[in-house]
Antibody
Framework: QVQLQESGPGLVKPSGTLSLTCDVS?????????WCWVRQPPGKGLEWIGE???????NYNPSLKSRAIISVDKSKNQFSLKLTSVTAADTAVYFC??????????????WGQGTLVIVSS | DIVLTQSPLSLPVTPGEPASISCRSS???????????LDWYLQKPGQSPQLLIY???KRASGVPDRFSASGSGTDFTLKISRVEAEDVGIYYC?????????FGQGTKVEIK
């Protein structure tokens, strides 16, 4: 059973860079299709940030204005999110998730528990 | 970008009664392979989202059969045949046809 676990600083200063890692256990990161990041500001809905394909190609939400970078480290079986030039509006719970099926979309069937990141001085 | 609009945004339900949530897309989510690229997720209080339905109508593993979904193109519906207390939470539809993938605003289901 694949499990995902987010980690990273819970507090980031304005204009700084938010860096999060999603550790994958119970299976190889190479054996799933898409790996994504989703966030949820306090009391608000879900926002898709972006994703990385097993081949390494990426897609991002243009609303983040090119501030997001998602990468994979296969040697550590983890993938990461960097979000630059953060403001208070980036305060949110950040989730990582995966879509497993190489042949036909099967949904984000595995999610991490989420990690709260607060942007504040 | 594709925009999803859910209704209602709040849904008080009575246990044992049916419930229905609508999701409308600004563009067709029907792909050339015949599948609609729309998922449904439930976020229970204090938890991560969980997958209920993928490709418009396919129930995810372990999802009770009281949950069903239908629709094609731009109009979709999630139905709960008989609501149980454990079904409370926020339901989101999500388009996965093309990036940027996007969620609807969410529908909060609570017990009357």
């Amino acid at each position: 059973q694949v499990q995902l676990q987010e980690s990273g600083p819970g507090l980031v200063k304005p204009s700084g860079t938010l860096s999060l890692t999603c550790d994958v256990s119970g299976g190889s990161i190479s054996n799933s299709n898409w790996w994504c990041w989703v966030r949820q500001p306090p009391g608000k809905g879900l926002e898709w940030i972006g994703e990385i394909y097993h081949s390494g190609s990426t897609n991002y939400n243009p609303s983040l204005k090119s501030r997001a970078i998602i990468s994979v480290d296969k040697s550590k079986n983890q993938f990461s999110l960097k979000l630059t030039s953060v403001t208070a509006a980036d305060t949110a719970v950040y989730f990582c998730a995966r879509e497993a099926d190489f042949d036909l979309w099967s949904g984000y069937d595995n999610w991490g528990q989420g990690t709260l990141v607060i942007v504040s001085s | 970008d594709i925009v999803l609009t859910q209704s209602p945004l709040s849904l008080p339900v009575t246990p044992g009664e049916p419930a229905s949530i609508s999701c409308r897309s600004s563009q067709s989510l029907l792909f050339r392979n015949g599948y609609n690229y729309l998922d449904w997720y439930l976020q229970k209080p204090g938890q991560s989202p969980q997958l209920l339905i993928y490709l418009g109508s396919k129930r995810a593993s372990g999802v009770p059969d009281r949950f069903s979904a239908s629709g094609s193109g731009t109009d979709f519906t999630l139905k709960i045949s008989r609501v149980e207390a454990e079904d409370v939470g926020i339901y989101y539809c999500m388009q996965v046809l093309q990036p940027p993938r996007a969620f609807g605003q969410g529908t909060k289901v609570e017990i009357k």
